[in-house]
């Protein structure tokens, strides 16, 4: 039949295992392979010099453990039913790395086996066989080291014996009432191992042991610590043992704990290991839990923090790029009306400075005779207005490009910054400038403008001349006739030169008006073109710039989102240990809420 | 000059430094007229651990009564006996985790030296004594404490023959690091059979004969446990006062021949430890009382120089740092008690010799050198001191020596020095 209290603790080994701790897993086997024995394992154990050895052969009324004033007993002895008397050392037993022979068990003469055993510091334990009434049932005595004592080799040994005591004795003597460092000890012993009395040795050598006993149940009582005190006397019992004397038996007080022994342990075997059991699920399920727990804590607080703040400014600064794109757009269109405006002014201004000066050359000038030089002139001053104009343009522009550049792209990001402008050079927009049409005064001209000037002279003075008798044609009449020839022959000529200059004028003002046209026109075509490429490069700087913090940002979130579910997961996972280790705990709880037993009230 | 002239020259320098102030002058005036008293010898130890008992032991008289835990520092005053100086003792509130640090404070104020009550060697708390001595005068002479097992009856299960077993477990502790470098010696006395024997009474001496008068198997039985022989109301009286030891011990005494009160007393001091403590105390305190005296007034001296630094008291503070370091009188009783404890071990017949000569005998010239006082004259001894220095020089020159001992042969190499040009 599979007790429950087997069960839960193969639940127990299980989950040792599961959370990878072999230690707990070899020592817990060992623990259930002494469980499964019907055995019952008392454990002796106490400060430095209390009687723990002499209790024991007291109780076996032998000289079984070696007893010495001073500090005696180093290794445990285990004591238990056999047949016939029999002892061995075993040394360097299951997990005592220090040991330097391997395992080994060796038999001695029983009567020098604790000596033995204490003298060598190979030993792990001496194991004793005696044929008594007492062991008969299972039981088994552990005698310990003592706690407490200045090495640290006893101390090890007595707390790692307690572990796999079904019960325990903690003996103190009776010269004093039990000291602080008893009671937290015991408060230790108690969680390890839960079925504990407290024997009250040597009550032969003080009067007042009563009183001694009140106080410590008292003490006991204060700690919260229900346990018995039984008060006995080995050297009285001893004494009875060799004189037969039933009586002093009786006194020596070993009645009252061969009978607990007896009638409260064996006899309760099932419901101590129920306990032991519990007592060590649960510690184990809380030397389990106690670091899950812990990485709880430290799982629930992993820091995203720093990366979620980092996600939040990425989004702050996309929000900040689009204000600024806004913002540099409008001004970008704001320059560029302002430099339109500002290159129409300029050009308007040089070509009609230009246009004055043509007026004024042509007041003097005569064309017929000066216009090929002058359209040189022309031509050379317009290309310089259209240079200067140009070049103001391009110089305006690079400005402009770099405060832009600034605005959108302050971590000088150097796109903006090529020189970008060289492919847009101006063409040459000035044409050929064409001759006005002018009238050559010739010889025949000049001829005829004579002939009639002088016809009207002749005429006029002939026929006065007539009067006066004379013929129509005489000198005076023909002087008069080339006098007024030649005059007409000169007016003719001031009259034309006069005609060339307003010609030369309005072909030099149509030619200039023509340039300001194509040139004017032009010019605005390349502002536009260039104002069109600059914005279209920032904004895809812009662009560049959103989809580089686009896709950072999506980057953290990404790694934020894993973590989160990462811890997630991780917190579920060790709630789920947790939980599973509380519920063994509780069903370990339960072994002992069956039933509690007088004298087992631990 | 010696410690004690040294440092009551340095006391007086300090109460003309600090004249201003009248908290430094109060203290200073308090440890000048501390000097000439007897040594005060505080005992110390956890609780139930025969304090009291010790100190009725010791005073000869029930002078504390045991088992009332005090509150306070009690003093008496007692002289040991008519041949041995006087000794003011101090019974203290035992020491736990409560009381401790007042415990500790008031015993470095108070007292010259300590005797530390364990009951048993594992009780020793070695942190307490750490706390007494915790101070740099006090660190550098750690000559003040006394390890006693005051209840050595119990270590020997209350055998007739307890006290051989707890000598044989106070030899292993004596030697241990941890409890040398902090004691000077630890001895057992079995508290109540001493203190019992100390005071013996007429009445209880014919009790005991009484008993001892009895045949051994009727008497036997009734000694086997206290609740047998405290049937009878007379024998609980003397169990009280007594303990299963002391009665064992003093009916074997008087069968075994102890006739009259005063025999078995002396008998009983003997078998109890007491005599062997009483020794100890006067060869390390007692008999040593200028040294001890001179430390805590250095201690005194020291706490008024830290707690009131001024520029006045710097060369005060630079010549007691001296002092102390140089004080070859703390290292004579270190070295006394190494060697009766076996700490350091010479040659028999020079250990014999070291031992006088550092002053385990007394301290004056003639008894360090092994002279009568009465025939001692100044030639004569230094010539003998000069011989000795000679032959110690020479057995320090021994490349073959531990550092122990050469050590301990420096320290003898130094006495031999003093002896011969004083």
């Given at each position: 039949m599979a007790s429950p209290w087997l069960d839960v603790l193969d639940d127990t080994i299980r989950a040792c295992a599961a959370h990878e701790r072999q230690d707990l897993v070899d020592r817990l086997r060992v623990r259930r392979a002494q469980l499964v024995e019907p055995r019952v394992r008392v454990l002796v154990f106490g400060e430095p010099s209390q009687g723990k050895s002499q209790l024991v052969n007291g109780l076996l009324n032998a000289p079984v453990c070696a007893v010495g004033d001073d500090l005696t007993t180093t290794a445990p002895v285990v004591i238990r039913h056999a047949s016939e008397p029999v002892a061995t050392l075993v040394t360097g037993g299951d997990d005592e790395a220090r040991a330097i022979e391997g395992p080994g068990h060796r038999p001695v003469p029983i009567e020098s086996a604790?000596?033995?055993?204490?003298?060598?510091?190979?030993?792990?334990?001496?194991?004793?066989?005696?044929?008594?009434?007492?062991?008969?049932?299972?039981?088994?005595?552990?005698?310990?080291?003592?706690?407490?004592?200045?090495?640290?080799?006893?101390?090890?040994?007595?707390?790692?014996?307690?572990?796999?005591?079904?019960?325990?004795?903690?003996?103190?003597?009776?010269?004093?009432?039990?000291?602080?460092?008893?009671?937290?000890?015991?408060?230790?012993?108690?969680?390890?191992?839960?079925?504990?009395?407290?024997?009250?040795?040597?009550?032969?050598?003080?009067?007042?042991?009563?009183?001694?006993?009140?106080?410590?149940?008292a003490h006991l009582a204060r700690g919260g610590l229900p346990v018995t005190v039984l008060p006995v006397s080995a050297s009285l019992r001893l004494a009875a043992a060799r004189a037969g004397d039933t009586a002093l038996n009786e006194e020596s007080g070993f009645g009252a704990l061969v009978q607990y022994l007896?009638?409260?342990?064996?006899?309760?075997?099932?419901?101590?290991?129920?306990?032991?059991?519990?007592?060590?699920?649960?510690?184990?399920?809380?030397?389990?839990?106690?670091?899950?727990?812990?990485?709880?804590?430290?799982?629930?607080?992993?820091?995203?923090?720093?990366?979620?703040?980092?996600?939040?400014?990425?989004?702050?600064?996309?929000?900040?790029?689009?204000?600024?794109?806004?913002?540099?757009?409008?001004?970008?269109?704001?320059?560029?009306?302002?430099?339109?405006?500002d290159l129409d002014f300029d050009?308007?201004?040089?070509?009609?400075?230009?246009?004055?000066?043509?007026?004024?050359?042509?007041?003097?000038?005569?064309?017929?005779?000066d216009w090929d030089e002058f359209a040189e002139w022309m031509y050379e001053n317009l290309r310089a207005v259209a240079e200067t104009n140009s070049n103001w343009l391009l110089d305006r522009f690079e400005w402009i490009?770099?405060?832009?550049?600034?605005?959108?792209?302050?971590?000088?990001?150097?796109?903006?910054?090529?020189?970008?402008?060289?492919?847009?050079?101006?063409?040459?927009?000035?044409?050929?400038?064409?001759?006005?049409?002018?009238?050559?005064?010739?010889?025949?001209?000049k001829l005829f403008v004579g002939m009639r000037g002088s016809y009207s002279g002749l005429l006029m003075f002939g026929l006065a001349t007539t009067l006066a008798g004379m013929s129509l044609i005489n000198p005076i009449s023909i002087g008069a006739g080339a006098a007024f020839g030649a005059k007409s022959v000169f007016e003719e000529r001031g009259n034309r030169l006069k005609r060339r200059q307003s010609a030369a004028r309005t072909a030099a003002h149509r030619y200039v008006d023509d340039f300001f046209l194509i040139y004017g026109k032009e010019s605005k075509d390349t502002v536009r073109m260039i104002h069109r490429d600059l914005r279209d490069r920032c904004t895809a700087v812009a662009q560049e710039l959103r989809v580089e913090i686009t896709e950072s940002a999506k980057r953290i979130k990404e790694v934020i989102d894993t973590e989160t579910a990462q811890r997630t997961a991780r917190v579920r996972e060790l709630s789920k240990s947790i939980d599973e280790l509380t519920s063994l705990r509780r069903r370990a709880q339960s072994l002992t809420a069956a039933g509690t037993v007088r004298g087992l009230t631990a | 000059m010696s410690l004690a002239e040294v440092t009551w020259s340095l006391l007086n320098r300090a109460l003309e430094a600090y004249g201003d102030s009248p908290q430094a002058t109060a203290w200073l005036r308090r440890h000048l007229a501390r000097f000439h008293d007897p040594v005060r010898l505080a005992v110390v130890g956890p609780a139930r651990a025969g304090k009291s008992t010790v100190v009725n032991a010791l005073a000869g008289e029930l002078v504390a009564e045991p088992g009332v835990p005090d509150t306070e520092l009690s003093w008496y005053q007692v002289r040991q006996s008519r041949s041995?100086?006087?000794?003011?003792?101090?019974?203290?509130?035992?020491?736990?985790?409560?009381?401790?640090?007042?415990?500790?404070?008031?015993?470095?104020?108070?007292?010259?030296?300590?005797?530390?009550?364990?009951?048993?060697?594992?009780?020793?708390?070695?942190?307490?004594?750490?706390?007494?001595?915790?101070?740099?005068?006090?660190?550098?002479?750690?000559?003040?404490?006394?390890?006693?097992?005051?209840?050595?009856?119990?270590?020997?299960?209350?055998?007739?023959?307890?006290?051989?077993?707890?000598?044989?477990?106070?030899?292993?502790?004596?030697?241990?690091?941890?409890?040398?470098?902090?004691?000077?010696?630890?001895?057992?006395?079995?508290?109540?059979?001493?203190?019992?024997?100390?005071?013996?009474?007429?009445?209880?001496?014919?009790?005991?004969?009484?008993?001892?008068?009895?045949?051994?198997?009727?008497?036997?039985?009734?000694?086997?446990?206290?609740?047998?022989?405290?049937?009878?109301?007379?024998?609980?009286?003397?169990?009280?006062?007594?303990?299963?030891?002391?009665?064992?011990?003093?009916?074997?005494?008087?069968?075994?021949?102890?006739?009259?009160?005063?025999?078995?007393?002396?008998?009983?001091?003997q078998r109890s430890g007491l005599g062997e403590l009483r020794d100890a105390v006067e060869l390390y305190f007692t008999d040593r009382a200028d040294v001890l005296k001179a430390r805590s007034a250095l201690i005194g001296l020291e706490v008024v120089l830290r707690m009131e630094p001024r520029p006045a008291a710097g060369p005060l503070l630079a010549e007691l740092e001296r002092t102390v370091a140089g004080a070859h009188e703390f290292r004579e009783l270190r070295l006394i008690a190494a060697l009766r404890t076996g700490r350091v071990r010479?040659?028999?017949?020079?250990?014999?010799?070291?031992?006088?000569?550092?002053?385990?005998?007394?301290?004056?010239?003639?008894?360090?050198?092994?002279?009568?006082?009465?025939?001692?004259?100044?030639?004569?001894?230094?010539?003998?001191?000069?011989?000795?220095?000679?032959?110690?020089?020479?057995?320090?020159?021994?490349?073959?020596?531990?550092?122990?001992?050469?050590?301990?042969?420096?320290?003898?190499?130094?006495?031999?020095?003093?002896?011969?040009?004083?």
């Open positions: 604790a000596a033995r055993a204490n003298a060598d510091e190979t030993v792990v334990r001496a194991e004793v066989g005696l044929p008594r009434e007492l062991l008969a049932k299972g039981l088994t005595l552990i005698d310990t080291p003592p706690v407490g004592a200045p090495t640290a080799r006893h101390t090890r040994n007595a707390l790692a014996a307690l572990q796999q005591a079904d019960a325990a004795l903690l003996v103190s003597d009776a010269t004093k009432e039990l000291s602080s460092s008893e009671l937290d000890l015991l408060t230790r012993v108690c969680a390890l191992c839960p079925t504990v009395v407290v024997v009250l040795t040597k009550i032969d050598m003080v009067p007042g042991w009563r009183r001694v006993a009140e106080r410590n149940q007896h009638r409260d342990l064996i006899g309760h075997a099932d419901l101590l290991r129920r306990r032991s059991v519990a007592a060590l699920t649960r510690l184990t399920a809380d030397q389990l839990t106690a670091p899950l727990r812990e990485r709880l804590a430290a799982a629930k607080e992993t820091d995203t923090d720093e990366l979620t703040a980092r996600w939040r400014a990425a989004g702050r600064k996309l929000e900040e790029l689009q204000r600024e794109s806004q913002r540099w757009q409008t001004l970008l269109s704001d320059e560029v009306a302002d430099l339109v405006a050009l308007r201004d040089r070509t009609r400075r230009i246009l004055r000066e043509v007026d004024e050359y042509f007041e003097v000038a005569d064309p017929a005779k490009a770099r405060k832009i550049a600034r605005q959108v792209a302050p971590r000088g990001s150097g796109s903006l910054r090529e020189r970008w402008l060289e492919s847009t050079q101006l063409d040459d927009h000035v044409g050929e400038l064409r001759r006005p049409a002018i009238e050559r005064f010739g010889v025949g001209q | 041995r100086q006087e000794l003011l003792l101090l019974d203290t509130p035992p020491v736990d985790r409560d009381t401790e640090s007042r415990v500790v404070e008031g015993i470095c104020m108070e007292a010259d030296a300590v005797l530390y009550l364990m009951r048993h060697p594992q009780d020793a708390d070695l942190a307490f004594l750490r706390a007494v001595q915790d101070h740099p005068v006090a660190r550098a002479a750690p000559v003040t404490a006394l390890g006693v097992l005051s209840r050595a009856d119990e270590l020997g299960g209350g055998r007739v023959d307890a006290i051989v077993s707890a000598r044989q477990i106070a030899r292993r502790h004596r030697r241990e690091p941890g409890l040398s470098g902090l004691c000077q010696d630890v001895l057992p006395v079995a508290g109540l059979a001493a203190c019992a024997g100390r005071t013996l009474r007429e009445d209880e001496f014919e009790l005991l004969a009484a008993l001892a008068a009895l045949p051994k198997q009727e008497l036997d039985p009734l000694l086997l446990s206290a609740d047998r022989f405290a049937a009878d109301e007379a024998r609980a009286a003397l169990l009280e006062r007594f303990g299963l030891f002391g009665v064992r011990l003093a009916t074997t005494l008087v069968r075994r021949g102890a006739r009259g009160q005063a025999a078995l007393s002396a008998q009983l001091l010479l040659p028999e017949e020079l250990s014999e010799e070291a031992f006088r000569l550092v002053g385990g005998y007394g301290g004056e010239a003639s008894a360090r050198l092994g002279f009568e006082a009465a025939e001692a004259a100044g030639p004569a001894l230094r010539h003998e001191a000069v011989g000795a220095l000679r032959r110690w020089q020479e057995y320090a020159g021994n490349p073959l020596l531990g550092a122990a001992e050469r050590r301990a042969a420096a320290v003898v190499i130094r006495s031999c020095e003093a002896l011969a040009t004083s």
